[in-house]
């Protein structure tokens, strides 16, 4: 996958929110400045990316064409992004770590 | 070890040299070693940093392939021995004197049991430890360019420093996806640079 500079960073109103109630300053910073990599250059050594493997269904769905994971830190947090290279969108679906995204998904 | 996150007040910044007598104090003599030294150093102000947010010293640090390094330390630590202030004995060094500096309680007090806990491994593991730094791989391009200085802002991303930080691990799974009405999403407005 090539992403540009250009792309936008799109986020749901909801998830800033819980952005802001899962992580403490010190890990928003860190999570902001891989996002910026990953806006960069996915595979970004410091991020540890893994694309997920996603049906063609379930893309179609999201209405996305590639979905990402990448590390806040070492093994906990974790960033899942979608890529649109259509609209040259990135969206952060999730952020968090594995109780925070448990709880809010099942 | 356990360390409580809490920001520095004061403005108290090592010098370059006393950083070194600092920790070189503290350190055994069979493992007051350059390696060590330069580890330690590294570990030390770059967990401090990390919980701080600010620099413990004047000190830069360089990756090279044996890991972080003190940039220019054999240079340092000649001009120190000519000084009388360390004693040089093949990889050894040994402090002649303390530093002269006055060292704030809570500056002792985080930075004490950081160089206590890195003095304990071997040099090999140090060397591997800072191998895996992030700020490590991303001034070397994943070890492929040597000799950059490492910027200090990248301590914020060493959160393997933070002991408070549970290290379950987990993989998103795909049902786990969220589907959104992209009506409804707006542009990431980023808050901080680092």
Known sequence: MNLVANYNILISPNLEKIIKKNLDSRLKKVFEKKLGYFKQNPYHPSLNTKKLNCSSSVLKDLGVDEVYEFYINRRDYRCVIYVNHGDQSIIVANVGNHNQIKRKYH | ?194
């Open chain 2, 1 to 194: 070890m356990s360390i409580k996150p809490k920001k520095a007040t004061n403005t108290f910044q090592f010098e370059v040299e006393d950083f070194i007598l600092y920790i070189l104090n503290h350190l055994e003599p069979d493992k007051s070693d350059k390696i060590r030294l330069n580890k330690i150093a590294f570990f030390t102000e770059f967990a401090y940093i990390y919980f701080n947010h600010k620099p413990l010293s004047k000190v830069t640090y360089a990756a090279i392939d044996k890991g972080a390094v003190i940039d220019g330390y054999d240079l340092i630590l000649k001009r120190m021995s000519k000084e009388g202030k360390i004693k040089i004995d093949g990889y050894f060094v040994r402090p002649l004197t303390d530093p002269k500096v006055n060292i704030p309680k809570e500056v002792a007090s985080f930075t004490e049991p950081l160089i206590k806990k890195y003095s304990i491994f071997t040099n090999d593991e140090l060397i591997g430890l800072s191998h895996n730094t992030d700020s490590y791989k991303i001034t070397t391009s994943n070890e492929k360019r040597m000799g950059k200085i490492i910027d200090k802002d990248l301590a914020l991303l060493e959160t393997f420093f933070d002991n408070s930080i549970t290290n379950e691990d987990y993989t998103c799974k795909v049902r786990d996806l969220p589907a959104f009405d992209r009506n409804k999403l707006v542009r990431y407005e980023f808050s901080s640079k680092l």
